[in-house]
């Protein structure tokens, strides 16, 4: 039967997943390195949207063609370093775009009984959007793709006691590594970040100053990284780089700034000034302002008096 157009191909193994590209058995069941040009099946329905029960770790080259991920298009010519956790909705948009490289799958299992299977939920990047992919520099490609070569090595020798530690080990280094490598990419694109941290607080002023906006509650990170064409988890971490605090800090920054302004300057009580932030109900306003400046609202505004 033919698949729907809308339907995405699910791969619950990466066996199955292996199959369906036209590729080698794996020869282990919970991970595999597969490099792009060992492609030999039709792909171009499995491009149109795809989700896996695995991590996967990718290097591209070179692709032609763009990528859907979420609600946006990206270009991913320039090639980079992608990070993808399960159950996420991949989507080329050219399916007979070409690309080299390789792409690491690895199914949670294989973590299991390692510490790794809870700290990888802390490496944010698996939360990150195609069009922000890691861009290696050539030294940075050394590390990282020696990494991956020594989980090859591991995976084309027969397997012994030792060879899961080996590989979760090497798992962990390109991990740690590209979380450097990341610091490193927010710290050379400050002058874009410093844009796109502009916008930010453009943004924020416009929502708070906006009668209506704040009707529909507090903006939340969701919001704003929609707004800026970015991930929320990307520009989290953006933001912590340039400016030491996370989005959701940034949001209630500007929400505190503004409570400041009403209670020294406007007449409304506090609940309504709570309301007016949109705030459900004037405890939890009270609450986060009283956490994040130390006072109470009433006690900041009769300071005034």
């Known amino acids: 039967m033919k698949k729907s157009a809308h ?4 791969f619950h193994s990466i066996a199955g997943m292996n199959r369906a590209l036209g590729m080698p058995e794996p020869q282990h069941p919970l991970i595999v390195l ?3 040009k060992d492609i030999k099946g039709n792909v171009s329905d499995i491009a149109k949207g795809l989700i896996m029960d695995f991590y996967k770790i990718s290097y591209k080259k070179s692709l032609s063609g763009k990528i ?6 990206y270009d991913f010519r320039n090639g980079g370093l992608s990070f993808i956790s399960p159950n996420q ?3 080329e948009d050219e399916s007979n775009g070409e690309c080299s490289g390789f792409t690491l799958l690895i199914h949670p299992d294989f973590f299991n009984g390692y510490a790794l299977a809870k700290s990888i939920k802390n490496y944010g990047f698996f939360s990150y959007s195609a069009n922000e992919a890691l861009q290696l520099t050539e030294k940075e490609k050394e590390t990282i793709f020696g990494a991956f070569k020594n989980i090859g090595d591991e995976l084309s020798q027969r397997l012994d006691h030792f060879s899961q530690d080996v590989m979760i080990s090497q798992i962990e280094l390109l991990l740690n590594y590209s979380n450097r490598f990341y610091n490193r990419q927010f710290l050379t694109q400050k002058a874009t970040h ?5 916008q930010l607080e453009t943004l924020l002023e416009a929502y708070f100053n906006e009668s209506g906006g704040l009707k529909k509650g507090l903006p939340t990170v969701q919001y704003l990284a929609d707004q800026l064409y970015v991930s929320p988890g990307y520009l989290s971490d953006l933001l912590r780089n340039l400016t030491g605090l996370n989005a959701q800090q940034h949001i209630h920054q500007k929400l505190i700034e503004k409570a400041k302004t009403y209670l020294s300057t406007d007449r409304l009580s506090v609940a309504e000034i709570a309301y007016q932030l949109g705030f459900e109900h004037p405890q939890s306003f009270h609450k986060l302002f009283k956490r994040k400046t130390n006072t109470s609202p009433l006690e900041y505004r009769q300071s005034f008096n």
């Not at 859907?68 to 298009?73: A, E």
């Not at 410093?194 to 502009?198: A, E």
Request: hydrophobic fraction near 30%.
């Open 68 to 73: 859907k991920y979420g609600q946006h298009h």
């Open 7 to 10: 339907t995405p191909y699910v």
């Open 89 to 91: 909705l991949i989507a």
């Open 34 to 36: 597969n490099d792009y």
């Open 194 to 198: 410093h844009s796109l941290l502009s």
